[in-house]
């Protein structure tokens, strides 16, 4: 994960976070504790368990029973599962609509699994079948993220992209993403000769490339802080360390029983739930775990809930040059799983290569459902990296590669087998009132964030 500047507004959001997540352990600061629980009302906050056992004794500053068998409920208005970009952007776009948002997450913090291990790439739209989700909700999104990032100071760059073909074979293809582009609405597609290309970027080796203007980079990590932020102001609440152990379908709603993350971490076995929710909206955004959660829920039919297959990428940084070889993302012809090794420069002139594709076995539902993959970087993939790098880098220097860092895709096809779009599912498909799945939520996600976000509350509310 790249390292993030400690800007004196990232450290007070952090100060903010500290405040809002950590145990008042005293007296006096229980009794400040309830002051700030009576004035969110209804509204949930978790407690650690390390002070106050168990964690639901002083919700909304009443008493329950400690007995095992009993446990709190608490009747909530929405709740989204999974705090990335696309949980963020929901979770802010319903909250902007009037709802009363609860926003839950394993980890100790927003957007630490894959919306932090990518290329930080705004994606124009050119890969996706017509009328495909990712097709329509890429395009729109990037419309919506490059006005957001406008509005709100998001430090972005709309740099271009060019992807190109190094040998008359992959022509065709180039010809296809061309096609594919022009269907899906982008604007500006350009058809270079490789000697045009090879003038804006003198690094680069190809025969033909395709120009999109369109394509851009972001800091993920400042779009992800202003959503957070954006939904708070909104009074959302955020709740880490916070495990979904399951839910049941009862009375037409989806109630969601919860326990704190490092309870489930410690106990293989007969976890108890701390907490039962009772929402009128489930939003599942919970990424690489999202179908591991949905096998979870008591009332929905396994037969919606679409087969998970994860594919690992690692990314390798350049070292030694004294500047970016190139000014423009630089990409290959598509992969098998992937768009290919590529290029990007992020915002600070760093320069990545990646990500190569790895399918990986999951051990089972609960490594999905914890995040326990390994996003080690192995030095020894840079040896495939040289030669597909050099088909349109051929300057690239031995021993110039570092290992960067990994992040893992959640897709809904394997190895051989067609690309999926994305799922998002409501009870029109699986019957269950108020439960909304997003399954496969991969690349496009980042570009596509805010306008999943509007569709949900377009359709859902």
């Known amino acids: 994960m790249k390292q993030i500047e400690e800007t004196p507004i990232r450290k007070a959001h952090q100060h903010l976070w500290y405040l809002c997540t950590t145990t008042f352990a005293s007296g006096e600061d229980s009794k400040k504790k309830k002051k700030m629980l009576a004035s969110l009302g209804r509204r949930w906050t978790r407690l650690s368990k390390r002070n106050l056992k168990p964690t639901w004794k002083l919700l909304n500053g009443r008493g329950v029973s400690g007995g095992a068998e009993t446990i709190a409920k608490e009747r909530v208005d929405a709740v989204v599962i999974g705090a990335g970009v696309v949980g963020l952007a929901v979770a802010r776009e319903l909250s902007l609509r009037g709802r009363e948002v609860l926003i839950l997450d394993a980890a100790s913090s927003f957007g630490t699994v894959t919306s932090s291990r990518n290329s930080e790439v705004i994606h124009a739209g050119i890969y996706y079948p017509p009328n ?20 709100h100071g998001i430090v972005h760059r709309k740099i271009g992209k060019l992807v190109v073909a190094t040998g008359s074979s992959e022509i065709p293809k180039l010809d296809l993403l061309m096609h594919l582009g022009t269907l899906n609405g982008v604007s500006g597609l350009r058809m270079l000769e490789g000697f045009e290309a090879m003038r804006m970027e003198p690094e680069l080796r190809c025969v033909k490339a ?18 957070v932020g954006q939904a708070e102001n909104s009074h959302a609440t955020f709740s880490y360390n916070t495990v979904v152990l399951s839910g049941r379908v009862e009375e037409e709603k989806m109630h969601l029983f919860v326990a704190e993350t490092g309870s489930v971490e410690s106990r293989c076995e007969g976890v108890v739930a701390e907490l039962e929710l009772i929402p009128n909206l489930v939003v599942n955004s919970a990424g690489l775990g ?17 087969s998970s297959h994860y594919a690992r990428g690692c990314y390798f940084t350049l070292s030694g040059a004294k500047s970016p070889p190139f000014d423009k993302l630089v990409y290959p012809i598509p992969e098998e799983g992937g768009l290919g090794v590529h290029v990007t420069v992020d915002l600070n002139g760093l320069v990545k290569f990646g990500p190569d594709v790895e399918w990986i076995e999951c051990r089972d539902d609960t490594s999905s459902f914890l995040n326990k993959f390994d996003y080690g970087v192995n030095p020894q993939r840079a040896e495939k990296f040289y030669p597909e790098i050099r088909k349109y880098y051929p300057d690239l220097k031995d021993g110039s590669l570092e290992p960067g860092y990994s992040g893992i895709r ?52």
């Open 132 to 151: 495909s989700l990712k097709a329509k909700f890429c395009v729109r999104g990037r419309e919506l993220l490059y006005r957001y990032c406008s509005e």
């Open 210 to 227: 395709l120009l999109s203007p369109e394509s851009g980079i972001v800091d993920t990590h400042s779009f992800m802080l202003s959503l």
């Open 290 to 306: 999202a179908q591991a959660l949905a096998k979870r829920f008591h009332g929905l039919g396994h037969r919606f809930i679409p």
């Open 410 to 461: 959640p897709k809904l096809s394997g190895p051989k087998q067609h690309p999926v779009d994305f799922i998002i599912q409501g009870e029109e498909t699986h019957g269950v009132p108020g439960l909304v799945n997003l399954f496969g939520i991969e690349s496009p996600g980042l570009t596509s964030s805010l306008a999943i976000a509007e569709h949900i509350a377009n359709k859902f509310l």
